[in-house]
């Protein structure tokens, strides 16, 4: 039971498979307050704010936003309850969710 429960607590798999798709060096948005594995796991490439926080979710449509802009793509955490909003947007690729947060490709 340990490891399925350290899965769904982990985002340890969903940034391999990110990086096994060729996203290892994009940037990434965590979720504030998340349990940091994130920030473990995708070392040097999350987002943070002035005061050396994870950027909080609504502020992420600008940081987003920006990217876009840019031509660039991110890579973004969101609650796996919320995965359906962005199924089949433009924009958008699901990486995978493990039952509390899902992984997207945003471009």
Sequence with gaps: ??????????TRDLIALANERGYAELPVLAMHGDDRSAEFYASRRVLYDSNGEVIPLDEAPQIVDSFRKRKQRILAFVPAGDIDLFKGRPGVEVIGDNGKVALLCLY
């Design 1 to 10: 039971a340990a490891p399925a429960v350290s899965a769904r607590e982990s």
